[in-house]
């Protein structure tokens, strides 16, 4: 019921999987809770796959069945294909739940069409796929072709299928202290590999008091790099500006180090709701601490040529970081990437127009598609591209020209892109 329910809230009305997962599990035992989140997590991982295998299942387009049936369908191929539940259990089971959240009238399409998918094992069914569909290889490796022709398109071919198996990975959470309020060894897990801030989770990270005070928080080690890097090149003095801040991770760290050097960050958020979590964030810096507002990054609150360093950590269509949305695989489509990317330029130029002359702009992704990626970097104008992977020389196989590129199978952290740009000094 749990798992239906997330699963349900996920595909109707575009609930976040973590955030939907929490709600629906809270209360039930450890041992029912990580059944629930392997059922859902699995299920939308595989959503392009199982909607194939449902469809030659049952004979029939998915548009022809109850949405709410789809999902049950969903959870119940998972259940007979990836999972050892035995066949008979998955199918009594889903029958049930469909009898007592829908009506006994659907019983009868859930048992069918399971019993038909519990017919063929995983194997057999890859081969009949690869009969019926030409994204077979794509849908049983569980992403959208799209996807993967945007990898495909940055990478060798042969690191393809380690990505692609990277991504299907629900990632091991990494820490991160806020600069001056916490120790790294208050974290309890492992140091991370490249950031000095950070450290493997080992436990619950809401049990941590370092978490639960607000003086260390949950960042990938990628998303640490990015922020670290931008305060390791030379610029002037003068105070930051993180232009879309919410929920606030990467200003945490900002916030730290800007305070280290005397310097102080103001926070932007487009979204009301983001920028209170951004306050919350940054909650235990002291006076004069960092400032929070909430406005639109491109149409800015703040006079041109005013701060040293400027951080865009742009919105995006999220490629980089599947291990940790396994629904947003599906739900993307290319054609966001329409509406996203002259929103990229557009921020980019405002980011541009706030950084003092001879300051560094950093514009970060995380997403490693060209198009919201170096393709608006090298649009931009009056900035000179520096070169990002040489501020953090001890990362291997992190170059892609003059940008940072992090990869889950390389780097075991998200897919984040960096590029740093400094603002030309005008000319007498
Ligand atoms: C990739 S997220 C930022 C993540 C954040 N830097 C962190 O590390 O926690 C992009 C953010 O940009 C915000 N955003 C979208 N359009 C914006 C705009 N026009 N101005 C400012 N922020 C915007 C979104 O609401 C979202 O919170």
């Keep these: 019921m749990a798992a239906y329910r997330t699963l349900r809230a996920i595909t109707a009305d575009d609930a976040y999987a973590n955030l939907a997962l929490a709600e629906q599990t809270a209360g039930l035992s450890a041992r029912d809770a990580a059944f629930a989140t392997e059922l859902v997590a699995g299920s939308c991982r595989a959503l392009g796959l199982y909607d194939a295998i449902i469809a030659s299942a049952g004979g029939r387009p998915l548009r022809t069945l109850q949405p709410a049936v789809v999902d049950l369908l969903r959870l119940g191929a998972h259940q007979l294909l990836e999972l050892r539940v035995p066949s008979h259990a998955a199918v009594a089971a889903t029958v049930d739940l469909a009898r007592v959240v829908l009506s006994q009238r659907v019983t009868g399409v859930v048992n069918a069409i399971l019993r038909k998918i519990s017919a063929l094992d995983a194997d057999a069914w890859a081969a009949r796929l690869r009969r019926e569909r030409t994204d077979a290889d794509a849908l049983l490796a569980r992403h959208p072709q799209w996807i993967i022709d945007a990898y495909a398109d940055l990478l060798p071919g042969s690191e393809i299928p380690a990505l692609l198996a990277a991504n299907n990975e629900p990632p091991i959470p990494h820490l991160v202290v806020r600069p001056g309020l916490a120790e790294v060894s208050e974290l309890g897990g492992r140091p991370l590999r490249w950031s000095p801030f950070g450290a493997t989770a080992s436990g619950?990270?809401?049990?941590?008091?370092?978490?639960?005070?607000?003086?260390?928080?949950?960042?990938?080690?990628?998303s640490q790099l990015v922020?670290?890097?931008?305060?390791?090149?030379?610029?002037?003095?003068?105070?930051?500006?993180d232009l879309c801040a919410g929920p606030g991770g990467k200003a945490a760290l900002l916030a730290g180090l800007a305070r280290d050097k005397g310097e102080r960050l103001v926070a932007s958020e487009l979204q009301p709701h983001r920028a209170a979590l951004v306050g919350r964030a940054l909650a235990r810096y002291d006076e004069p601490g960092p400032i929070v507002i909430a406005a639109d990054g491109a149409r800015p609150a703040w006079p041109a040529n005013r701060f040293a360093r400027v951080l865009l950590d742009a919105p995006c269509t999220g490629l980089g970081a599947l291990r940790r949305r396994p629904e947003a695989r599906w739900r993307r489509k290319p054609a966001d990437l329409d509406v996203l990317v002259p929103l990229q330029h557009e921020l980019l130029a405002s980011a541009i127009n706030a950084a003092a002359p001879?300051?560094?702009?950093?514009?970060?992704?995380?997403?490693?598609?060209?198009?919201?990626?170096?393709?608006?970097?090298?649009?931009?104008?009056?900035?000179?591209?520096l070169d990002a992977p040489a501020v953090l020389p001890s990362i291997p196989d992190a170059g892609r020209g003059p940008y940072l590129q992090l990869w889950p199978h390389r780097h075991g952290t998200d897919a984040m892109f960096l590029a740093l740009l400094r603002k030309a000094a005008p000319t007498q």
Excluded: F, M
């Design 227 to 241: 922020a670290w890097a931008l305060t390791l090149v030379e610029a002037p003095a003068g105070p930051w500006l």
């Design 204 to 222: 619950n990270p809401a049990d941590l008091a370092a978490v639960n005070q607000g003086r260390a928080g949950v960042q990938d080690e990628g």
């Design 358 to 385: 001879g300051g560094v702009i950093a514009y970060a992704t995380c997403s490693p598609h060209r198009r919201e990626t170096s393709e608006v970097v090298e649009a931009a104008t009056g900035v000179e591209i």
